[in-house]
């Protein structure tokens, strides 16, 4: 068996894991990101980590990348006539989950344990590991202050200029035992085409696992999250680019230098490679557009595949 | 306008408080029973005061008397698959209300202030009034040990035979101002065709409400909950009988005896009313089964009817 362990935000974090879930011979761990999880209406939500789970139980609404298929939004709707905000949406289904998760955090569980007992009971056969059981929170600077990740997300789509990123809590985080040795005894270590500055250096700036990813024997490969310097779903083109980065998988293979030692990019940003390996990265060029169940299997394969 | 106080349990309470919400020249205010309140998933939920406020809000499944209209099961069906128990059925509609309560609850609201607020949005304009804001709830001994009322009510369906009843924290508890008010300034004071035993007494065993009530200025009415010894719904008539009480309206007349000055009952139950005079309160005999709006607004009519 290969052993895999992926670093994944959301969406696109959760395609990635699908297509190395769906390949016979690997063993894969998925270290989600637990820094925009938020309290909403007194329950505990997690969004990258239910978004894994829910996709890698194949319970995802697939129209939307995000929460459950046959859906409704019943208790919502009634939060929203009691005067609550109601801009994140929160189906019933999704709802049991948190009531859940809240309630187990209450009698004691730690995140970790909950979310591998509510991968387990949704027929999840991945490990999806959080790299802390602390709790850690995006936030982001916007002209008008500071807002919590989901509130930018969420609530303001994205529209304000990102001037500043803190992920408060991340000093004093702990490493859970399972992220580390998933790094420590991984074969090869992926990073998914996630946004790299709220999905993934979240995880790494947690304390101890960049250390251990530098430290580990595996083979280090990240997959740009950009495609002709635009990203699929999410705010990282805008973001890296207000914060000075180069918004294209030259940015990404910079942000990245120094962890990983190959890049996959795509097809279309082949131009690129002579850049990337002056950087000292290899560049690997396959189609990373993921739509389908196949091109997410075809994409985990090209990766192993690619492997000297 | 005549003021009218109700002290009601769940389903029969909420006949009666919709009889009286359905009268012209009536102003309503409706003391609950908090005491088969219980924590269920972490939430707080508080069934009676729920079936007041969806029954007179018109959203209540008329078909089962409790629970919301166009329900669905989703956040319990996930619960259920995550190990917690769910013998006791709460709807998605329902989890939204219990999920608004204990968030303000733990933002510092008292149950009295959030069962007002929900009664409010959701159109209601009689007043729901918490006899208090401190938590009281009934135990019930049964051959097995301790049951809190809903595992004896709703997990065990009434089926094991009651010992004894207690209202764990009621001697602590302090009456709310709203209830004292309510009881002060009534011109009419009816008990409603509750339980008397774990609706009512729950309600009148907190300290300072049975002396308010002897002091208030009202008529005080009840209502028998049992025709020709059986109760519409729910265990009264086999509790009273294990608890030692005649298990009839006489039974009714007994319990209530110095507290109220008239007893209502069924027209079945007309060859009690010596034997209910004898206890010095007058006995009119009414049609006491509610099963249309017609009939619950007929009741009411006829007990203010029935003033002398």
């Known amino acids: 068996m290969l052993k895999v362990t992926l670093l994944a935000g959301g969406v696109g974090g959760a395609k990635m894991a699908e297509g190395f879930d769906g390949l016979e011979g690997v063993e894969l761990s998925v270290i989600g990101n637990i820094a925009d999880d938020a309290e ?10 239910d ?14 990348g995000w929460g459950v298929a046959d859906e409704s939004h019943r208790a919502l709707s009634v939060l929203n006539e009691l005067g609550d905000d109601t801009w994140m949406t929160l189906g019933d289904r999704d709802f049991g989950l948190h009531i859940y998760r809240t309630n187990a955090l209450r009698q004691g569980q730690s995140r970790s344990e909950i979310a591998a007992h509510v991968a387990r009971v949704f027929g999840v056969t991945s490990q999806i ?3 802390t059981d602390d709790v ?13 990740f989901q509130e930018y997300f969420v609530r303001e789509q994205c529209k304000p200029e990102v ?7 991340i000093g004093a985080a702990r490493p859970t035992p399972a992220a580390l040795e998933a790094i420590n005894s991984a074969d090869l270590i992926v990073i998914a085409p996630s946004n790299p500055l709220v999905s993934i250096d979240p995880i790494l700036n947690i ?11 595996a083979r280090k490969i990240a997959v740009s999250p950009l495609i002709d310097g635009k990203t699929i779903k999410g705010p990282a083109a805008g973001m890296m680019a207000s914060l000075g980065l180069r918004a294209d998988a030259y940015g990404i293979a910079g942000h990245y230098q120094g962890l990983i030692d190959t890049l996959v990019i795509d097809h279309a940003d082949s131009a690129l490679s002579n850049q990337i390996n002056a950087l000292n ?12 169940r196949a091109d997410k299997i075809a994409l985990a394969q090209a990766i192993i595949g690619g492997l000297p």
Not at 40 to 49: Q, R, T
Request: hydrophobic share 45%; net charge positive.
């Open 281 to 292: 990265l290899a560049a690997i060029c396959e189609h990373t557009l993921m739509q389908t």
């Open 129 to 131: 590991i959080l790299p």
């Open 207 to 217: 304390p101890g696992i960049r250390a251990a990813i530098g430290a580990a024997k």
């Open 163 to 169: 001037m500043a990123l803190e992920f408060e809590g």
């Open 40 to 49: 909403f209406h007194g329950l505990w939500v997690s969004p990258d980590i």
């Open 51 to 64: 978004t894994l789970t829910y996709s890698l139980a194949n319970r995802i609404d697939r129209a939307q």
């Open 136 to 148: 850690v929170q995006t936030r982001v600077r916007v002209s008008s202050g500071w807002l919590t």
